[in-house]
């Protein structure tokens, strides 16, 4: 059975920055498509950042793109966000997510990925 559970979530001032962390069991995240995505209230999850497996391509939301970098510790079997100049549209509810293929035209879509995590929350002041 796999299992992700997020940890690191907090509130932050804008500005900020944060490092939230997924450990994984049940599968190696190494052999994974990693990917984190984030839930404002009244709005959709959407993709923020991914890494490929067997490698480290990476790909992010424009949004955050210089500000975010998602790292992958295979040795302790997690995959992090750290997150820099923190912006209050920033907040919401991060969630870690697993998936098998790496495909350019879909990492975006939650569709593309097998497990998620329970989410951590992210709030980020003005």
């Known amino acids: 059975q796999v299992q992700l559970v997020e940890s690191g979530g907090g509130l932050v001032q804008a500005g900020g920055s944060l490092r939230v962390s997924c450990a994984a069991s049940?599968?190696?995240?190494?052999?994974?498509?990693m990917a984190w995505f984030r839930q404002a209230p009244a709005k959709e999850r959407e993709f923020v950042a991914a890494?490929?497996?067997?490698?480290?391509?990476?790909r992010y939301t424009d949004s955050v793109k210089g500000r975010f970098t998602i790292c992958r510790d295979n040795a302790k079997n997690t995959v992090a966000l750290q997150m820099n100049s923190l912006k209050s549209e920033d907040t919401g509810v991060y969630y870690c997510a697993a998936g098998t293929t790496w495909s350019v035209m879909h990492q975006h879509r939650p569709s593309s990925y097998n497990y998620w995590g329970q989410g951590t929350q992210v709030t980020v002041s003005s």
């Open positions: 049940g599968r190696t995240v190494s052999q994974s498509v």
């Open positions: 890494i490929r497996n067997g490698g480290g391509s990476a």
